[in-house]
């Protein structure tokens, strides 16, 4: 491995970060927020020192990244942004330790909206913006920044792009890897201003907008106040934020296949009919459960009045099934009190996570659907042993290779649950509230079941729960093998 390519590479990333940090120091400037401030500034000073010795020790050489040296740059460039990110929660004073900083910064660029503070509406007008801010970043990748900001990189910054980018391929929009970035932030860009004007125009105060709308297109869940989406109680603000985090955990490229008027392709993609029809299916499962429910199979005993209307019980569904799908995590009520049934369907969601290709987690869709496909070959081939048969996707054949690595990463995926569950509970925390925690981080959702639901946060968790915890969230965002392999000596070897 060229580790000298992989410092002078994440060097550059950490000048980018540098300058990030100047927007949450304006808006800390316009609140008058004084301590967060020196917060924001001692950061900035600390991140451009690392940077600039990074590049100054470590020349650019005249070599392509490859395969060992994107890894290590994802992966490095991942933990050094969270590292940094953390400070100015600490700094500040709102996180009480490092660790707790460093829990919430990862929740944040990992998008996943898991959170240790109790009360975020006295928290600084700045540092509720850095956290918003955490999470749209991350959303597209931070990597993806990078490439789009140097596309000087050419064929070599391909590596970088499909270490980053969800799912079992990277789709490639344009000739130039680059270019593929820059216009995937466009996308990005569009739909976050489309949103804010939308929130604006519905009652919702600009600074709300913007932090919710970055909470959302990134599926990260972030909310500036405690109680998330509920507190607004508005059906506008829920169906603007839940047709946003679908429209978010939709494969980017099909929103280029519509700017090409290729709507067919659309309608045909196979992931995007899967997801659709799970989501439909588990709103109406979920409403009529709810509505029909006696008020002794509910977490309590208690059946809120709400849903004794079907249309109430259908909205609440509508929004929180979105929610759980796209894996964003805000939330319009509290779901940890409804029947068994349909918490475990929103925990199933969860699991399964959103399409490829998009900024939501997960397992995705599309492996999901592969495994489906591949499960119902092979057992036809009981029947038919000569049968020749391929798993087709979007109607092309899938090679068995990728058919082969989503089975691996869908058992690598639940062997992590089942170990960071285990120590969880080894930790003295309940099975629900440990299997929910560990499910909610890998798939970088936020909100759980029990002691983490949607109305409580991850604060009463051990210190050594919340690394292991942030391990999970890190894990997920990297979708296991980049954070994995390096830790495993052949990705060190020459």
């Known amino acids: ?113 898991a959170s240790i503070l109790k009360d975020v509406e006295i928290l600084p007008h ?20 990078f490439v789009a900001l140097l596309p000087a990189m050419g064929v070599s910054g391909y590596q970088l792009f499909s270490a980053e980018v969800s799912g079992p391929t990277a789709d490639r929009l344009k000739p130039r890897i680059g270019e593929t970035a820059k216009l995937l932030w466009i996308i990005y860009l569009i739909f976050t201003a489309v949103m804010i004007v939308m929130l604006f125009c519905g009652g919702m105060p600009i600074f709300d907008a913007i932090c919710h709308t970055f909470a959302t297109v990134s599926t990260g869940g972030f909310s500036i106040k405690n109680t998330s989406t509920a507190y607004y109680n508005s059906l506008y603000v829920e169906i603007v934020t839940a047709t946003f985090m679908f429209v978010c955990g939709c494969n980017f490229s099909l929103y280029y296949l519509c700017f090409q008027k290729e709507f067919k392709k659309v309608l045909k993609n196979s992931e995007l009919r899967f997801f659709v029809g799970l989501i439909l299916t588990a709103i109406v499962f979920v409403a009529l459960t709810l509505y029909f429910s006696k008020p002794d199979s509910f977490n309590g005993g208690i059946k809120d009045s709400r849903y004794y209307d ?18 964003t995590g805000h939330a319009s009520t509290d779901f940890d009190l409804w029947p068994n049934a349909c918490r475990f369907l929103l925990v199933l969601l969860m699991f399964i996570g959103a399409c490829a290709g998009s900024t939501g987690g997960g397992i995705k869709c599309v492996r999901i659907l592969l495994l489906l496909k591949s499960s119902m070959r092979d057992m036809v081939r009981v029947l038919r042993p000569r049968m020749v048969k391929h798993v087709k996707i979007n ?100």
Do not use: Q
């Not at 700045?126 to 920044?145: D, E, K, N, P, Q």
């Open 126 to 145: 700045s540092i509720l913006f850095w956290r918003a801010f955490t999470t749209w970043l991350g959303g597209m990748g931070i990597i993806v920044i």
């Open 310 to 327: 079907l249309g109430n019980s259908f909205r609440y569904t509508f929004f929180n099934v979105i929610t759980a799908s796209s894996t």
């Open 1 to 113: 491995m060229n580790i000298s390519i992989v410092l002078y590479t994440v060097g550059n990333l950490v000048l980018i970060l540098a300058g990030i940090l100047l927007v949450p120091v304006g808006v800390a400037f316009y609140y008058r927020d004084d301590a967060a401030v020196w917060a924001f500034i001692y950061t900035i000073i600390i991140t451009g020192v690392l940077g600039g010795l990074s590049k100054a020790f470590f020349r650019k050489k005249e070599s392509e990244i490859g395969i060992r040296e994107s890894i290590a740059i994802v992966t490095f460039s991942w933990l050094v942004c969270i590292f940094l990110g953390a400070l100015p929660f600490w700094y500040s004073g709102v996180c009480a330790t490092y660790c707790d900083a460093v829990f919430e910064t990862t929740s944040g660029f990992t998008t996943t909206g």
């Open 395 to 494: 109607g092309e054949s899938v090679s068995e290779e990728i058919i082969a690595e989503s089975s691996v990463f869908f058992v690598a995926y639940l062997g992590f649950f089942g170990i960071c569950s285990l120590a969880l509970m080894a930790m003295n925390i309940d099975i629900i509230s440990a299997f929910s925690a560990v499910a909610t981080c890998m798939a970088n959702c936020g909100p759980g079941l029990a002691k983490v639901g949607p109305m409580a946060n991850f604060s009463d968790i051990t210190y050594a729960g919340k690394w292991i915890l942030s391990f999970c969230m890190l894990l997920g965002r990297l979708e296991i093998y980049s954070l994995i392999l390096l830790f495993l000596p052949v990705t060190w070897k020459r």
